[in-house]
């Protein structure tokens, strides 16, 4: 691959026109077209600055082997720049999926009010409504970075190794998160115990219904962020196991699961035993119209 080839590649990857790459570089479009097309090379001072943009090292922008060609035809380049816009993409979707799971385990909170009844029941589906209606929103949202979760991918070796050392300790930070959703979790019980003896089962029940939400937050945020980072750092792994599995493979997960959850409600009154219910309803019911939306328009 020519120095041309991979700048072509590179511009088009992160959305830039000719015009406008030129302008970032303060060059005339028709100096970044002869570039491209091989019939010149860019001075020291914009060939660190295409680094820079790119998120790429020199060497790689400068070497041209045959080998090199051969081995990017497997795969697909990807910069610092676009893993970072990866992973704030995902950020963005986990916050979806955070709030509205977490308007639906709240809602519970107007059951426990005594007075004024009729009024948190509407309250209390209003805000279940609006729960699922962010995850619809979610799932409906544009799909950006579709490459980086369905190709094999190809990583400078630099950025690579900086980016799995930060991993590493952004790692440390999600254990950390789940540690305390399961302290949480397993001390939950305890605490409702407490404030009912000083307060009423009316306020025990309400702060019952916080605490299940902190910790099924903190289980959302770090095992979606630790999934995200894991495509990149487990690349090859992350693709083996996604080309063996089926596509729909996850609702033989999903029903036991909900299964499971439905009888801990019933047993333990933590949560609506219909909830679960109506979770996976919805998402069987979003990947019929995906499904149905994906047959009339075929890629």
């Known amino acids: ?30 100096a970044v077209s002869k570039w491209e097309s091989d019939r010149g090379t860019p001075e020291t001072e914009k060939l660190l600055q295409i680094s820079t943009i790119f998120g790429v090292t020199l060497d790689y922008l400068l070497k041209d082997e045959q080998t090199e060609d051969n081995q990017y035809s497997k795969g697909y380049y990807v910069s610092r720049e676009m893993i970072d816009g990866f992973l704030s993409y995902k950020r963005q979707g986990s916050k979806r999926i955070t709030v509205g799971v977490g308007l639906i385990i709240l809602s519970n909170i107007f059951g426990c009010v005594s007075d004024y009844r009729q009024a948190a029941m509407v309250f209390y589906w209003v805000a279940t409504a609006l729960g699922i209606a962010i995850l619809v929103w979610h799932v409906f949202q544009p799909k950006h970075y579709q490459e980086i979760e369905e190709k094999t991918l190809l990583f400078d070796d630099t950025t690579i190794k900086e980016f799995r050392v930060e991993h590493e300790k952004n790692r440390k930070r999600y254990a950390v998160m789940i540690i305390i959703g399961v302290f949480i979790l397993i001390l939950s019980p305890e605490l409702t115990t407490i404030v009912e003896n000083y307060f009423d089962a009316n306020v025990a029940n309400g702060l019952s219904w916080v605490l299940n939400t902190a910790w099924v937050a903190l289980f959302i945020l770090a095992a979606l962020a630790l999934r995200a980072e894991n495509m990149i750092v487990q690349n090859a792994q992350y693709m083996s196991r996604k080309n063996s599995k089926g596509r729909f493979t996850w609702v033989y997960v999903a029903l036991p699961v909900t299964a499971i959850a439905v009888v801990i409600g019933i047993i333990t009154n933590v949560w609506s035993p219909v909830v679960p219910i109506i979770a996976l309803f919805c998402i069987l019911l979003v990947t019929v119209c995906k499904l149905l939306i994906e047959r009339r328009n075929p890629k």
Do not use: H, I, P, W
Request: some cysteine; charged content about 35%; glycine content about 6%.
């Open 1 to 30: 691959m020519t120095f041309g080839e991979k700048l072509k590649n590179l511009r088009k990857e992160q959305g830039y026109s000719q015009e406008e790459f030129a302008q970032c570089l303060d060059v005339s479009r028709q």
